[in-house]
């Protein structure tokens, strides 16, 4: 995916040279291993600081939400279905938009790679397929598909589903994957054991919402555990206002995540959040064959309603 | 160690709607113990954190003056859940109040000086805290000519009525209420916005004229350049600022504006220190 | 200066003798990562790690924290008011926190422990606190210590500082309460502070060479404090950050809460939770006005608060320790040092 880079530069100071659009939202190199920061080019001359590799994990889609502006965006697989998801729910206009689409190949999973080491990580290299992580006085080589993020090695969107332009020939799909083998592993467990699982998952969360604001659905003025009246949602750190707040947010996100992992990736306590968005996308594949963001032309199921749908009121 | 966060128990003693929309009450709050009625020895501009048990605090101008003793005296905009849950409340009821908060106006500057009071809507209550301090036979020599310009926007929306027709009558103070209209045919005070009736009717600044400003933000943005045509200089035109608040006491971080807090270090800010702090509130 | 040697062989058997005089306190690894959490009996404090990924500041000032109780049974005497709750202020002691992380409570201290007010949860917790420090050898390259006004072996805040000298720690005693901790444990190895005192000095100028990382902040003090609120690139800092409370919650020195109230049946409690300038609904009045409504206004607060206002409010350096943690986990990569070199250099 390296090679990608100069084709986005150049794409991005064609549009901006062209005035066809007002600025270019992309990455940037990050100060730190595995991270890269979500930046806005307005000057043809500063293309140079886009960037594209493995770390580029955050949706932009999300940096999207009811800007006025026109707007050139670097979009992977993920994060284009969700711009079709924002395009549907009118958070942003389809003329606005010069999306540069960017086949996919996976992003690295930075939580992972950092638990592997003891050793503080000091730099981390990518080639090709192979990702180089070295300490003080350690170096390792592993392959990418090792270390992909884990929504990444299940996906079947690696191309962008809508662009205006492509950084690159577009990718092979990946086939033949067990999308689900996860979530059917904590429906399979009794009660009371899937409470545990979920009080476990769940209790290193300091209620940062880094999940929900990273997510390009939540998008909601006041969300609802920022309500007070009606307060639904306590405010401290007790184990079932923290339960609360994640199992709602899944439930919203319902019929529109993608599973871009975002959240997951925006965890600064490396909680697997996508747990819960996960089984309400596995919900509504098997509930309404649904998969979000894939169409202009459908709306999602739970703002529409087909007489045969399975929970249909007859 | 003392605990400011612990509020004094207060029985409401009486309530009184002052508005025709029934948005406004005025509550009368009596100390259930009567030592901490000299705890909280405040000065007109002062707010407290009024509490109720269950939905928590909001801060609030005192209406009362220093000079009424025996009482205090909140009077409260329907606006958000503690506010709503006071509105619900019946004289009689216990509740919880912090304070003295904040700085006051500047009592000692004003000594001697012409005061020209500006407000608009509801929050006209600080200010009637001065205006009745003021009006105190203690403090009236210690002051030169008062006015006061006070504006709602309809006289169903005037706070304090009978008071308000009573300084009217008094040649110690000089009264120029307006609404901003009114088909009332009875109506005998002017018409017209606060800024405009202060064009009109305030005194022509200098150092000895001091104007205090409280209102909406747009009523104090059309004011202000309305003082300045009338040659008052941005140390004599002070201002109470409104903030999120929570604390009370300058510890819970959210109501500064650059290094100040406006719950401690404010609410009473000159327009002199204002141009001197980020423009963010 | 004192120093006593403590052989690591009893080290486990005079923690456990200190549990008796003390709360103990200290980094555990929990999944993945480091925490500090109550050592309970038979608990030993983790060493092995660089520092824990939520700071220690939830030891003196819980992210929730019960302040006072009330009922509203009207059958019940005193109902609807308020009264003090009960708090443990038994002796405490933190085992093996960063020097940072200690000099990140005195920068604290200025906030909740004013002439006018005390803030009597955070004072007494504080100050029945003893804060035994664990010297930096091995820094991390997002440290940036040395040049935020406190260092890998930095004393002040601390009681004790101990020095992993691999089969030994030396124990260097700061103030009497660390010396009372000392006792309390039988640690009294006293050990001739001389080549002790110069072992200490070579290995914290180590330690200092091995931070590479640094921000600049000279001349921030002299800045108009307008002209940085309205400088340009406020706009670009601020064009990633999803406003989560991530760098607001792991940093050592941010202190800002809420109050909130909380009723289950006729019992209720006021309480105290962290907020963060991150959020709209910390600055939103009833009005719906809000002075700080979007996300470049919210990111300019913190970094203009840790940067500009605390040197502007006291006088006496940056509020921040240059621990690393809100570059470490910033999910956007939004990283202070950048922040403050452009505050810095603005207008020049």
Redesign the interface.
């Known amino acids: 995916m390296l090679g990608y880079i100069t084709k986005i530069r150049e794409i991005s100071e064609r549009l901006l040279k062209e005035g066809k659009v007002d600025m270019v939202i992309g990455f940037r190199k990050g100060t730190v291993p595995m991270m890269n920061e979500p930046c806005v080019v307005k000057n043809p001359e500063n293309v140079k600081e886009l960037v594209w590799d493995s770390n580029c994990g955050i949706n932009l889609a999300n940096y999207l939400t009811d800007r006025k502006e026109k707007i050139g965006v670097v979009a992977k697989g993920c994060d284009s279905r969700n711009i079709v998801t924002h395009l549907i729910e009118n958070k942003i206009k389809r003329d606005q938009l010069f999306i540069i689409g960017v086949p996919c190949k996976g992003m690295i999973d930075r939580h992972k790679i950092t638990s592997m080491f003891a050793k503080e990580i000091k730099e981390v290299v990518e080639e090709e397929n192979r990702i180089i992580v070295r300490g003080d006085d350690y170096e390792k080589i592993f392959k990418k598909a090792e270390v992909l993020q884990e929504n990444c090695a299940i996906c079947i969107h690696r191309n962008p589903v809508i662009y205006d332009e492509l950084a690159a020939d577009l990718v092979e799909e990946q086939k033949d994957v067990d999308r689900y083998e996860d979530v059917r592993r904590i429906e399979a467990m009794p009660a009371e054991k899937k409470g545990n699982y979920f009080d476990n998952l769940l209790s290193a969360c300091i209620r940062c919402y880094a999940c929900r604001n990273a997510c390009p659905l939540c998008y909601c003025l006041t969300c609802f555990v920022d309500e007070?009246?009606p307060?639904w949602v306590g405010k401290s750190i007790n184990p079932t206002d923290i339960r609360t707040f994640h199992f709602l947010r899944a439930y919203h996100c319902a019929g529109r995540c993608t599973d871009c992992g975002a959240c997951e990736r925006a965890c600064p306590m490396g909680i697997k959040v996508r747990e819960f968005t996960k089984k309400l996308e596995k919900d509504c594949f098997e509930l309404y064959g649904w998969e979000a963001g894939m169409s202009l032309d459908e709306r999602p199921p739970l703002d529409t309603y087909r007489p045969d749908d399975p929970d249909f009121i007859k | 160690?003392?605990?400011?966060?612990?509020?004094y128990?207060v029985r409401i003693d009486e309530i009184i709607t002052e508005t025709e929309d029934k948005n406004l009450k005025t509550f009368r709050l009596v100390f259930?113990n009567p030592d901490d009625e000299e705890k909280f020895s405040y000065k007109a501009g002062q707010f407290a954190e009024l509490?109720v048990?269950?939905?928590?605090?909001?801060p609030i101008g005192i209406a009362s003056s220093p000079s009424e003793k025996g009482y205090l005296m909140f009077t409260i905009n329907k606006?958000?859940?503690v506010?709503?849950a006071l509105h619900c409340m019946k004289p009689g009821?216990?509740?919880?109040i912090r304070g003295p908060l904040g700085n006051s106006y500047p009592w000692d500057i004003l000594k001697g000086k012409n005061v020209v009071i500006i407000g608009g809507g509801f929050a006209f209550t600080t200010l009637r805290s001065s205006i009745v301090y003021m009006l105190d036979p203690v403090n009236r020599p210690n002051l030169k000519e008062i006015h006061v310009i006070y504006g709602a926007r309809s006289p169903g929306m005037l706070l304090y009525k009978d008071e308000l027709a009573a300084w009217e009558s008094r040649d110690d103070i000089n009264m120029h209420i307006t609404v901003d209209g009114t088909d009332d045919p009875n109506w005998k005070y002017n018409v017209g916005f606060v800024p405009t009736v202060t064009e009109q009717k305030a005194p022509q600044g200098n150092d000895d004229t001091y104007a205090i400003i409280c209102g909406p933000?747009i009523m104090i943005k059309f004011t202000q350049p309305v003082l300045e045509k009338l040659g008052y200089c941005h140390d004599n035109i002070i201002m109470s600022l409104?903030?999120?608040m929570?604390?009370g006491?300058?510890?819970?971080?959210?109501?500064?504006?650059?290094?100040e807090f406006v719950c401690?270090d404010g609410p009473i800010f000159t327009l002199a220190r204002l141009n001197?702090?980020?423009k963010?509130? | 200066m004192k120093v006593v040697k403590i052989d690591k062989r009893n080290w486990a058997g005079k923690l456990e003798k200190l549990k008796e005089s003390y709360r103990l306190f200290g980094p555990v690894k929990d999944n993945e990562f480091h925490i500090f959490e109550r050592l309970d009996k038979g608990e030993l404090p983790d060493f092995n790690y660089f520092n824990t990924r939520l700071s220690p500041k939830s030891i003196i000032y819980p992210q929730s924290e019960t302040?006072?109780e009330?009922s509203?049974d009207k059958s019940k005497e005193?109902?609807?008011?308020?009264?003090?709750t009960d708090t443990d202020c038994s002796p405490r002691a933190v085992i093996g926190i960063r020097p940072c992380d200690a000099a990140a409570f005195l920068l604290v201290k200025r906030?909740?422990d004013?002439a006018?007010?005390?803030?009597?949860y955070w004072?007494?917790a504080y100050e029945t606190t003893t804060f035994v420090g664990l010297a930096c050898n091995n820094p991390q390259a997002t440290c940036f210590c040395t040049s935020a006004g406190c260092g890998p072996f930095y004393e002040e805040g601390l009681d004790l500082l101990l020095v992993d000298m691999e089969d030994h720690y030396f124990a260097k005693i700061i103030t009497s309460k660390g010396e009372n901790l000392l006792e309390a444990a039988g640690w009294n190895t006293g050990t001739d502070a001389d080549p002790a005192g110069k072992q200490i000095k070579t290995m914290k100028q180590e330690a200092e060479a091995k931070i590479t990382s640094s921000i600049t902040t000279d001349k921030l003090k002299d800045k108009t404090?307008?002209d940085l609120?309205?400088a340009p690139f406020w706009e670009e800092v601020a064009f990633a950050c999803i406003n989560c409370g991530t760098c607001t919650y792991v940093c050592p020195t941010c202190?800002?809460?809420?109050?909130?109230?909380e009723?289950n049946g006729y019992s209720?409690i006021?309480m105290?939770n962290w907020?963060s300038?991150m959020f709209p609904l910390?600055?939103?009045?009833?009005?719906g006005?809000n002075?700080?409504s979007t996300n470049m206004?919210r990111v300019r607060?913190r970094f203009?608060?840790k940067l500009k206002?605390?040197m502007?409010?006291y006088d006496n350096g940056i509020q921040c320790v240059g621990c690393g943690r809100c570059i470490r986990l910033c999910p956007v990569n939004i990283d202070i040092r950048k922040v403050c070199d452009l505050m810095n250099s603005y207008g020049d």
């Open positions: 007070s009246r307060q | 160690m003392v605990n400011p966060y612990l509020p128990p259930i509490s048990a269950g939905k928590g605090e909001v606006v958000g859940l506010t709503t009821d216990i509740m919880g933000p409104e903030m999120r929570k604390c006491i300058g510890i819970c971080g959210r109501c500064n504006i650059g290094k401690k001197e702090m980020p963010e509130y | 302040m006072l009330f509203l005193n109902h609807h008011i308020l009264k003090e906030n909740f004013t006018e007010h005390k803030d009597p004072v007494k404090t307008t609120f309205d202190w800002c809460f809420d109050i909130q109230d009723v209720g006021r105290r907020d300038c910390f600055t939103l009045h009833g009005s006005h002075p700080r206004q607060q203009m608060h206002y605390y502007d409010k």
